[in-house]
């Protein structure tokens, strides 16, 4: 009797097989976790600035202007977008590094002093609302 020596060929691809469909699930999962960490990333930066930009309003009566003087004497990164909309009304953009141009998180300020966020992933984000659920439905 001899004694066998190696793996067949059957057994390998079994395990190239499995290997596969484990890769296949993990790597849309990965995938969804960078994109959820680099949302959450220009979440916390604008959330950052929420207080600075209601200071502002506070002192001023205004949303800050989005020149780069102003924005710099209130810590405000470049990359942050401010929309005067109504006065008090306002949002502050920001692109989400690492994902196309175009996917922002923002953050809205309405008359009464509210906050609401949009993010551009289906994925739920901290609180943050997806651009999907407020497209209107036909």
Known sequence: MQKQQGFSLI???VVIGIIGALTA???????KYQDKAKV??????????????????MEEGAFPQNDKKNKENLGIPDE????DITG?????????????????VILARNKEGKWKCT????????GCESKSTNKPTP
């Open 119 to 126: 993010q551009p992933t289906d994925i739920k984000v901290n």
């Open 40 to 57: 959450t990333a220009a979440i916390a930066t604008l959330t950052n600035m929420r207080s600075v930009v209601e200071a502002e309003i």
């Open 88 to 104: 008090v009304e306002g949002n502050m953009k920001l692109d989400v590094q690492g994902m196309p141009k175009g996917n922002q």
């Open 11 to 13: 057994e390998l691809l």
């Open 25 to 31: 699930i993990a790597i849309p999962q990965y995938q």
């Open 80 to 83: 942050v977008e401010l929309t």
